[in-house]
């Protein structure tokens, strides 16, 4: 039996994740699972999720660990989109500044507080922020008339980059920026050649959701499906 326990985001979010890479399903796994569950809520986790990426171990709604049930909570999707000429384009309201080091407290500060409710997302420390800073530039903040507004993050790990995350503090949503932002960011990646990009998302972070559907992204595969353990 293989199950990843995270507990880096207890501290400054009260979440932890378990994920079940390999089985076996049953008793077995569910006997292992309420006791993962008791030992992440003594640590001080306000919400576990789980999930489970062996296909013969699956989990489901309402099933029982114990003291506890399964809750479905949401999907994550990779969804893509070309960039052709067809794309949407930004009004240039926006500027994306590449992080230099200098500015990897502030970055650090946008970035967490950008992310703070968003599913399954990380907090970041020193750690990450080295390895942005140790590559090729893929992530910076976002700046509205000379001020930082928020931050955008790119991987180019496989052919086709991938939008990581974008986020804006919150006192400047919903005001068109986060349109404007991923429309910013697209062309960038389009100015750099790029004929498509990706990203991920949850189904449960409705206005991200909506947004990609609007800009022409499409759902392509369904990463996971996520529960939380309630109490029963």
Not at 119 to 141: D, F, H, K, M, W
Not at 191 to 209: D, Q
Request: charged share 25%; hydrophobic share 40%; net charge negative.
């Amino acid at each position: 039996m293989d199950l990843l326990t995270v507990t880096k985001e207890i501290a400054p979010k009260g979440k932890a994740y378990l994920v079940v890479r390999q089985g076996p399903g049953g008793a077995a796994l569910e006997e292992a699972l309420a006791d993962r569950i008791g030992a992440l809520r003594e640590q001080g986790a306000e919400h576990i999720y789980l999930t489970s990426t062996d296909r013969e171990a699956p989990l489901a709604e309402g099933q029982k660990l114990g003291p506890w049930r399964l809750s479905f909570r949401h999907e994550m999707w990779t969804m893509e989109r070309g960039l052709g000429p067809d794309r949407p384009r930004p009004a240039g309201r926006l500027v994306l500044e590449s992080l230099r080091r200098e500015q990897g407290a502030l970055w650090l500060d946008q970035y967490n507080r950008g992310f703070f409710g968003v599913p399954n997302s990380a907090t970041y420390g020193e750690e990450e922020l080295e390895e942005l800073l140790a590559g090729e530039p893929r992530s910076g903040l976002v700046r509205l008339d000379g001020a930082a507004v928020g931050v955008y993050e790119l991987s180019f790990q496989e052919e086709t980059p991938e939008i990581e995350g974008i986020a804006l503090l919150p006192d400047y949503r919903g005001q068109g920026l986060g349109r404007e932002l991923l429309l910013t960011v697209m062309e960038r990646l389009a100015e750099a050649g790029y004929p498509a990009c990706w990203l991920r998302v949850s189904s449960a972070n409705g206005p991200a959701w909506g947004l990609y559907h609007w800009a022409g992204f499409r759902p392509v595969k369904m990463l996971s499906h996520w529960y939380e353990a309630v109490s029963v």
